[in-house]
């Protein structure tokens, strides 16, 4: 009996190595190198005769260029995330915490495809077929061109997909697919690099829209190698508090489209439903006239979002003050009482801070530091703001306040919604025409802001 050779390989980068390390020489991470069985794998007679075309190079000039044909979800949010529709041939991956929607978004997105004359394969390794078909009774996505498929086995997957020929496939998940002339278990490095790569294969070949779903570690990364995400035309995560009803879809990679796009989606007893106007839901619970909270104009992508941003100061118990935030970067908050302190004279060594941003939704443009700063400010001074007032710029470590992008986007959104004021940085005031029926106040720096905004 012939010697079992053994490799060991990092689950973060797929780095190989002929014996165990602590450390990964590839990327460097602690505690990643695990144990697999050395196995050169094999493909059947045929499976490779599809790609094995010989193709000379080409001058870039002459190649032809062109648009990438789309295909409408039936899902107006998927589609602003996809950057307008599926990619027939592209690869797609899905993650996000159990429980939170995976299985739901694209079963109702199976439905609306095979509203349009598509047939969608849906392979579930996780559900029986009676399960899928609960939920599908409960969403009613039922259509006869909505094929189901419990099963592991990647041969006998590809067999299905030969005999339905889909136009859309589903597998949930990748780590639950297995290769049987591979030797490691399921959800290994292994299988899932294998498995992935003959999913992208049969994608490509046949032009078969394929989506992935992934699990995510406790990190909240999608677990596996990191060859996964490099491999798939798109990355999405899909994401949302416990606690909350709604749901972002969010793109980290987008081969097709646009990586700062996101989709907001409420989570009803019938299943996911879109929500069209998401600076209304954010604001429906915003209380008015108290001290420490702004409204603060972000954009998400090419989507203004109206969000509320809270502020709590308060005398601190500890030998060092707390800064705390929740939905910003905390080393921004970190920056922004800096300011206060040094520019405005707010003596906060004393006090503990903690910011947070409404219904769990996540900044990460600077144009949320003049808003924070008020909210702060109006804490520490106990003095409520403007109850219909929105506050967007970037803070400098001076004290002035810079410009930001599509400020007449950001105005125009506000007036939609029916605020009477913006308090906007001054530089942001070229090159377009303010509406009508909303007052416009440029500050220049943090201090007159908060004569803006507080007094």
């Known amino acids: 009996m012939a010697k079992v050779k053994v490799k060991f390989v990092c689950t973060e980068c797929g780095t190989e190595s002929p014996k165990w390390m602590g450390k990964c020489p590839g990327c460097g991470a602690w505690n990643t190198m695990v144990e697999e069985a050395e196995t050169v794998v094999k493909a059947p007679v045929g499976r490779g005769e599809l790609l094995r075309t010989k193709e000379k190079a080409k001058s870039i000039i002459d190649i032809e260029s062109g648009r990438e044909p789309r295909v409408p979800t039936g899902l107006s949010e998927l589609n602003r995330v996809l950057g307008g529709g599926l990619v027939p041939g592209s690869l797609l991956l899905v993650g996000g915490d159990p429980g939170i929607g995976k299985s739901t978004l694209l079963l109702q997105t199976s439905h609306a495809l095979t509203s349009q004359g598509l047939k969608v394969l849906y392979v579930s390794g996780e559900e029986s077929v009676r399960q899928t078909k609960l939920r599908a009774d409960r969403l009613g996505a039922l259509s006869d061109k909505l094929y189901v498929l419990c099963e592991t086995n990647l041969d006998l997957v590809e067999e299905a997909i030969a005999d339905v020929q889909p136009d859309f496939l589903v597998i949930d998940s990748i780590q639950t697919v297995y290769r049987p002339d591979v030797a490691s278990a399921p959800g290994s490095v292994a299988q899932v690099r294998e498995c992935t790569a003959q999913?992208?294969?049969?994608?490509?070949?046949?032009?078969?829209?394929?989506?992935?779903?992934?699990?995510?570690?406790?990190?909240?990364?999608?677990?596996?190698?990191?060859?996964?995400?490099?491999?798939?035309?798109?990355?999405?995560?899909?994401?949302?508090?416990?606690?909350?009803?709604?749901?972002?879809?969010?793109?980290?990679?987008?081969?097709?489209?646009?990586?700062?796009?996101?989709?907001?989606?409420?989570?009803?007893?019938?299943?996911?439903?879109?929500?069209?106007?998401?600076?209304?839901?954010?604001?429906?619970?915003?209380?008015?006239?108290?001290?420490?909270?702004?409204?603060?104009?972000?954009?998400?992508?090419?989507?203004?979002?109206?969000?509320?941003?809270?502020?709590?100061?308060?005398p601190t118990h500890f030998p060092s003050p707390r800064r705390m935030s929740s939905g910003l970067d905390h080393q921004r908050i970190s920056l922004v009482i800096a300011v206060l302190e040094k520019r405005m004279g707010l003596f906060m060594q004393n006090q503990d801070a903690y910011v947070n941003v409404a219904g769990g939704v996540k900044l990460d443009e600077p144009a949320a530091d003049l808003a924070a700063a008020v909210s702060i400010a109006s804490s520490f001074r106990d003095l409520p703001t403007k109850p219909y007032d929105v506050v967007f710029g970037e803070v400098g470590l001076t004290g002035e306040v810079r410009a930001v992008s599509r400020a007449e986007t950001r105005v125009k959104e506000a007036l939609k919604l029916g605020f009477k004021r913006v308090i906007l940085p001054e530089a942001s005031m070229k090159g377009w025409q303010p509406p009508a029926g909303i007052q416009l106040i440029p500050v220049k720096t943090v201090a007159d802001a908060l004569r803006a905004a507080l007094e």
């Open 199 to 314: 999913f992208m294969r049969i994608a490509k070949v046949n032009g078969v829209a394929t989506v992935l779903v992934g699990h995510v570690t406790k990190e909240g990364a999608i677990a596996g190698p990191r060859l996964l995400e490099h491999m798939v035309d798109c990355v999405l995560y899909f994401e949302g508090e416990r606690h909350h009803s709604y749901r972002l879809l969010r793109a980290v990679k987008n081969r097709f489209g646009s990586t700062n796009e996101i989709g907001i989606f409420d989570m009803t007893e019938d299943g996911l439903r879109e929500v069209a106007n998401p600076s209304e839901l954010f604001l429906s619970e915003r209380p008015l006239g108290v001290a420490g909270s702004t409204v603060v104009a972000s954009m998400e992508g090419t989507r203004p979002v109206l969000v509320e941003l809270q502020a709590l100061v308060a």
